[in-house]
């Protein structure tokens, strides 16, 4: 918009709006109207495309350096399936056409689409149904700790808490309160998985679920979860799975197989996307047939000719849980991203995944803590606890990275563990990649070591430095928090 009102200048190139098409008559009230010109960029061609790509240089971003951020699982995302997601005839779809055009032949691909990655997600996961409404990992969760409360209400049971052990993500615990739940924290045995005997002793009646992830936030599997399936479906409860890691068991294990009733996975995780600074997500919810009932309107239904329409006289539902019909974007790179890997393809997802984890854990472990130190699936987590002891924590190790050209691991989570570097090298990065970012902490150890005053200078060649965080918390306007 700006551009139009910049005027021509020697050697610059503004663009002037043709007289006959500026707005003679002006109906808004005079005090609305601004006394004088707005001071508007009047900019040549090269200045803003240089403004634009120094600002996307200042960017952390898998296209350009590893990003071995634990949890978030951010991998190297095709570029085939950005190119499916932006054809013309996906994208002028509007999304209020398919109520307009009952059946019309505008969104039958859509939907068909739609309702194809749904069955596909069934098949990877395990469960009988799935909702591809949710925006995200955790309004996956809270559209699925919704259909825990809308099943036991119709069931005629009142149910109070749920249970979710201290390796969980935030979220977890966010999504339980935000939709009504008392939560009930589980503590970690020292194996890194939740305490069983605890476990068992806070399971009972008023158990409305119980929440994890497997493998956890400390990339362990928990060779119980049957156990502790059958223990919970005896009580009662339901069992959610947390699919956040789901690109540990990839074409492995299907969380229906392990007891579980509802899943929510990541898409923008597990099945191509970039995120990160917000977005775009897809957090879709998956259950068993016992819940189907409950999921969010509308539902993509079949007909018997072979057309796709949408249903929304669904009487025990939870109702809307996003506007339209889910991210669409970000639901067609994955359904695209599944069909060009294929079963095969997908279950080298995790082995790689889990190989290449395992690969960083045994060449760091000799140089950094490891708190759980057993075979980990397609990430760990480190204790930057020994360096530590020479004033250097997990902090100052993440800024050193960033002027190594690696983005910092996730730092100080999972919670259990003191000044944790939550590690996850993701399947589709090489060998020499994996070889140099050892290299880069082993170095960075030995620096703790024989050097540690110099941690707070880091970084230092980062496009912004570091910030002072004392003033940066005494500076925090209470309007912030
Ligand atoms: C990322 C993550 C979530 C939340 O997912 P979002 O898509 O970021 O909302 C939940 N649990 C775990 C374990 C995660 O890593």
Do not use: W
């Not at 949890?71 to 950005?82: A, G, L, Q």
């Amino acid at each position: 918009m700006g551009l139009i009102f910049a005027k021509s200048r020697p050697g610059r190139t503004g663009v002037t709006l043709p007289l006959k098409d500026v707005p003679v008559e002006c109906k808004l009230d005079k005090r609305y109207l601004r006394g004088k010109d707005a001071e508007l960029p009047s900019v040549s061609e090269p200045e803003v495309v240089r403004h634009f790509t120094n600002l996307s240089k200042m960017n952390f971003s898998v296209d350009s350096n590893f990003y071995p951020l634990g949890s978030c699982t951010m991998k190297y995302n095709p570029k085939i399936t950005e190119k499916i997601a932006a054809m013309e005839e996906f994208v002028s779809l509007h999304p209020l056409a398919p109520q307009l055009i009952r059946g019309g032949m505008l969104t039958q691909g859509a939907l068909e689409i739609t309702s194809n990655l749904e069955k596909v997600l069934c098949k990877i996961t395990g469960m009988d149904e799935f909702t591809t409404h949710p925006m995200a990992g955790a309004h996956g969760e809270l559209t699925g700790v919704m259909i825990i409360a809308a099943y036991h209400r119709n069931n005629g049971n009142r149910k109070k808490h749920i249970l979710i052990p201290d390796s969980g993500h935030g979220t977890n615990p966010a999504s339980a309160a935000i939709a009504g739940y008392d939560v009930i924290t589980i503590k970690s045995d020292k194996n890194g998985v939740m305490d069983l005997g605890e476990f068992k002793e806070k399971l009972n009646e008023d158990t409305a679920a119980v929440m994890l992830t497997c493998p956890n936030t400390l990339g362990i599997f928990n060779p119980d979860i049957k156990k502790i399936s059958d223990l919970a479906h005896k009580a009662g409860a339901l069992m959610y799975y947390d699919g956040a890691n789901l690109n540990a068991i990839l074409g492995k294990a299907r969380p229906g197989d392990l007891g579980f009733d509802i899943v929510h996975l990541n898409l923008h995780k597990t099945f191509a996307t970039p995120h990160g600074g917000g977005g775009p997500g897809s957090g879709p919810v998956g259950v068993k047939k016992d819940l189907e009932p409950f999921l969010p309107i509308s539902r993509i239904v079949k007909r018997s000719d072979g057309t796709f329409t949408l249903d929304y006289d669904k009487s025990l539902s939870i109702g809307y849980m996003s506007p339209f019909y889910g991210n669409f974007a970000v639901m067609l790179k994955a359904y695209a991203y599944i069909l060009l890997l294929g079963r095969e393809g997908l279950i080298e997802v995790s082995e790689n995944a889990v190989l290449n984890a395992n690969y960083l854990k045994v060449k760091l472990e000799g140089h950094y803590d490891i708190p759980y130190s057993e075979v980990c699936f397609h990430e760990f987590v480190l204790s930057a606890s020994k360096q530590l002891k020479k004033g250097v924590k997990a902090i100052d190790i993440a800024k050193a990275l960033i002027d190594e050209g690696i983005h910092p691991p996730t730092v100080y989570f999972p919670l259990i563990v003191r000044e944790a570097m939550m590690i996850e090298p993701t399947e589709t990065e090489s060998k020499e990649t994996l070889d140099k970012f050892i290299d880069v902490m082993i170095e960075l150890a030995l620096k703790a070591e024989e050097d540690p005053g110099v941690f707070k200078s880091f970084p230092r060649n980062a496009p912004v430095c570091r910030p002072d965080e004392v003033k940066a918390v005494k500076d925090m306007d209470i309007a912030d928090v």
